[in-house]
Nanobody, 126 residues
Framework: QVQLVESGGGLVQAGGSLRLSCAASGSILSINTMAWYRQGLGKQRELVAAITSGGSTNYADSVKGRFTISRDDAKKTAYLQMDSLKPEDTAVYYC????????????????????WGQGTQVTVSS
């Protein structure tokens, strides 16, 4: 009933840029904080950036000044603009919403908590 779908990943050279998108679909009423996480090979998943429903943002120290998170609530989409990419940014990037209010098939209001997308691969070559 609710989906988060990431797109925009790919292969880029060091110093290049990519823009990731996370589009939410379904009968969505509201989305609270949206965030991007990443998981490199053999590493734990880590928070990259988050943006609240009010627009407040926070970033991992490793991406500050290089990445920018934003959201368009009318499009139910979050973005991650990644500039000055480094090989160490290589990872699968996942979109997360801490909660989503939506209408189910019976037109009742439901809350999906800690919702994840399927991930998109970002590879930065040196």
């Amino acid at each position: 009933q609710v989906q988060l779908v990431e797109s925009g990943g790919g292969l880029v050279q060091a110093g290049g840029s990519l823009r990731l998108s996370c589009a939410a679909s379904g009968s969505i009423l509201s989305i609270n904080t949206m965030a991007w996480y990443r998981q490199g090979l053999g590493k734990q998943r880590e928070l990259v950036a988050a943006i609240t429903s009010g627009g407040s943002t926070n970033y991992a120290d490793s991406v500050k000044g290089r990445f920018t998170i934003s959201r368009d609530d009318a499009k139910k989409t979050a973005y991650l603009q990644m500039d000055s990419l480094k090989p160490e940014d290589t990872a699968v990037y996942y979109c997360n919403a801490d909660w989503i209010l939506f209408r189910d098939q019976d037109m009742g209001t439901k809350k999906a908590v800690d919702y994840w997308g399927q991930g998109t691969q970002v590879t930065v070559s040196s």
